[in-house]
């Protein structure tokens, strides 16, 4: 078996990165049952917020009560303190962890959170329409598995990203899944790291700025999935960058191209 400290890995987001789920996902689910929930009177106008901040801005892909809190803010809702105290302080953004906090804390505002994620999940576990993989995914995925370990590091419920990937093709091709249950994708980094893996030979791959996030506070590569350009990035990935990477030939100034591009794609 291999040292894990002469193992490369890379940890691969899921929604819009891997799989074409996040815009249906937000614009059929997420907001709108926020708005349900929530009791939202300009719900049109939420309803384009929400997008702006989940998936067409540089707040793309954050943690889904973060942004939940970040929508209801600016629907000017009140009472919602303890929901806001809790995604600040916890350590795990998370159903369960949200269900702990309720079980000490009883609030209107964190039930209704709770009810909310419960609802997106279980609506999106029955919705029958296609999720399907990014062109260029699966072959990437495969020659990446080639070369080292790939980890599933998403912020979405476990569930739902198993049966995804299950469906398309994609778990052949991966060593274990740290999704929402397991805890944030920095601290999931920072977890193997401690677990003995350089990180020089971890790559985050990611579509939104908290891969980036979780990339640079544990000191390792980041490769982005560019929104809108998702085949290209993939087949770049499979056909240069991977190969680059594992033979120590990205330069300092590759890795703060692609930060660059990612950036730029995003404004």
Request: glycine residues 6%; proline residues 2%; aromatic residues 10%.
């Amino acid at each position: 078996m291999t040292d894990v400290k002469q193992s490369y890995v890379f940890c691969v987001d899921s929604d819009g990165c891997a799989m074409d789920t996040m815009t249906y996902k937000h614009q059929l689910f997420f907001g709108p049952i926020a708005a349900d929930t929530f009791g939202i009177s300009q719900k049109e106008d939420f309803l384009k917020e929400w997008d702006r901040v989940n998936l067409f801005s540089k707040t793309r892909g954050v943690n889904r009560f973060v942004g939940l809190v970040m929508g209801l803010e600016y629907a000017g809702l009140e009472n919602i303190s303890a929901l806001k105290e809790w995604v600040e302080t916890t350590n795990s953004l998370s159903n369960q962890s949200l269900e702990e906090a309720l079980a000490k804390n009883p609030s209107d505002d964190l039930q209704k959170a709770l009810d909310w994620s419960n609802e997106v999940n279980r609506q999106i576990k029955v919705y029958e329409g296609d999720a399907l993989a990014f062109p260029g995914a699966l072959e990437t995925l495969a020659k990446c598995h080639e070369l080292g370990k790939i980890y599933v590091v998403s912020s979405a419920n476990k569930e739902a990203v198993e049966e995804e990937w299950q469906e398309q093709g994609l778990m052949t091709h991966v060593d274990d899944l740290y999704c929402q249950d397991r805890g944030k994708k920095e601290d999931v980094i920072a977890g193997l790291i401690k677990e003995g893996f350089d990180p020089e030979k971890i790559m985050m791959v990611g579509d939104s700025p908290g891969d980036l996030a979780a990339a640079e506070q544990n000191a390792v590569s980041f490769y982005p999935i560019l929104v809108g350009k998702e085949e290209f990035s993939w087949l770049n990935l499979k056909d240069k960058i991977a190969n680059a990477f594992v033979n120590g030939n990205l330069s300092h100034q590759d890795k703060e191209a692609f930060k660059d591009a990612f950036w730029k794609n995003l404004e």
